[in-house]
């Protein structure tokens, strides 16, 4: 008896309905019978090559922070120069604006494992380096903001290669879970890292953190080279050379959600981050902390501490809530307690109110660098990412030094209270919500 062909795309139907069931269940016999969240974190742990990958980023994360911290404090002794500390940062975040469509495009065209690796190695040899030119009494400042500079521009190369390999390595289901841990290892080392550094400073002084930052680079190398990312797909469609390089910002024109996206995180980032570079500052000036000591080290951490939960929260008990709603309420708790962080003149509540500062910023961020990612193609995953890092780092450091020549002239308080201003405003107009009729997600230029 022959079978209609109604019939036929009924039993399609059907696969295809029951095909992530099973693939959920089968994944649960596979961990144990312990089925996971779809989208969870635990669900992205549960994938080996994240797993490995998170781990070596993690620990390489926490030797960048330690540099960090380090590096605010150094410049600050140096030059007691809010404007200073702020060229430092520039130097440091500054090639991801110029420098990240070109680490975007190499991430569609080259094998990404390598990339990442070279990346890394550079990164790791130039942090041995400024070890070597901050020691002694008065080091060269020039040669300080060169070499940082250079360890910049290796930051530059890996990541946008780094944001388009991780949704490679686990299921597009459990992607929401990897963008959530990602940002959560990124503030863990946030924690870590200063706290780590914050003890270390006064004992080995700037030199001896930024040697070891060099040695942790080689976790993040080590770990990529034990997992084989999937290759990338071809696109003989794809446009060459110039066009190539600035598509990314094609795709942007064309998707109305990937432009709202790459407008929030640069208008964040420009205008309510620079209070971040200018801690040390805004520590001494404001809260009477020493930022060479161990209670600067403590403030810092727990800004971390917040962050990190801020943004496992996106994959764990938020998981299921609408992500332009999470934007929003983000942008506007963030704005509230920043303001309140601004014009504290004591050092007890710094360290809770620092807490929520740092909850609400990377709830807000998680949740936008996840709604972004979930929406992209992998074929242009790279470009457009690239154009998320510049928008996430690459303003940073514009911003900054407007902060430090705005707190040089009058005080740190009123670039830490025009950020929440800001932040308040944002949360008011970003509006994330896919268009009725938007564009093929990641289709390239």
């Known amino acids: 008896m022959s079978r209609r062909p109604d019939d036929a795309a009924a039993d399609a139907d059907l696969d295809a309905t029951l095909e992530e069931p099973v693939e959920a269940a089968e994944d649960a016999a ?35 922070w330690m540099q960090n911290i380090a590096l605010g404090v150094f410049a600050y002794r140096l030059t007691h120069s809010a404007q200073f500390v702020a060229l430092l940062g520039f130097a440091q975040l500054g090639p991801l604006l110029f420098l990240s469509p070109i680490g975007g495009v190499l991430a569609d ?84 890292g200063p706290a780590f550094g914050g003890l270390l400073l006064p004992v080995i002084g700037a030199p001896g953190v930024f040697a070891l930052n060099g040695v942790t680079y080689l976790f993040a190398i080590g770990t990529l080279l034990a997992v084989r990312p999937p290759p990338i797909v071809a696109n003989d469609n794809a446009p060459k050379g110039w066009r190539r390089l600035v598509s990314g910002f094609a795709i942007a024109r064309r998707d109305p959600l990937v432009a709202r996206c790459l407008l929030a995180i640069g208008s964040i980032s420009f205008f309510c981050l620079p209070f971040i ?21 403590w403030l810092y951490a727990s800004f971390g501490l917040g962050a990190a939960l801020g943004a496992v929260s996106v994959g764990t008990v938020l998981v299921h809530q609408p992500k332009p709603r999470m934007v929003r309420i983000g942008l506007a708790l963030f704005g509230g307690f920043l303001l309140v962080f601004g014009l504290l ?51 940073v450091p514009l911003g900054l ?26 949360s008011v107009l970003t509006d994330l919500r896919p268009p009725t009729r938007r564009a093929e997600p990641g289709t390239a230029a």
């Open 277 to 297: 570079g200018l801690m040390p500052v805004l520590a001494g000036d404001n809260l009477g902390i020493d930022p060479n000591s161990a209670a600067y080290g």
């Open 30 to 64: 596979l961990e144990g019978d312990r089925p996971y969240t779809p989208g969870s974190a635990r669900a992205a742990l549960a994938h080996r090559d994240f797993t490995i990958v998170w781990s070596g980023s993690l620990a390489s994360n926490i030797g960048t």
């Open 109 to 192: 065209i080259v094998d990404r494992r390598r990339l990442l690796v070279a990346a890394q190695a550079e990164q790791m040899l130039f942090s041995f380096v400024l070890a070597f030119v901050a020691r002694g009494d008065h080091p060269s400042k020039a040669a300080v903001v060169a070499v940082v500079a250079l360890v910049g521009v290796g930051n530059a190369m890996n990541a946008p290669a780094f944001a388009a390999v991780l949704p490679g390595l686990v299921s597009k289901r459990d992607l929401t879970g990897a963008v959530s841990l990602q940002s959560v290892q990124m503030n863990v080392s946030r924690v870590v």
């Open 345 to 395: 003149r004591a050092a007890p509540p710094a360290y809770p109110i620092g807490f929520f500062v740092g909850l609400t910023y990377f709830t807000t961020v998680t949740s936008l660098s996840t709604h972004l990612q979930a929406h992209l193609d992998d074929a242009v995953r790279g470009r457009v990412m690239a154009l998320w890092i510049m928008g996430f780092g690459g303003t």
């Open 401 to 426: 030094l407007l902060g430090g020549a705005i707190a040089s002239r009058t005080s740190v308080t009123d670039v830490v209270v025009a950020g929440a201003a800001i932040a308040a405003v944002l």
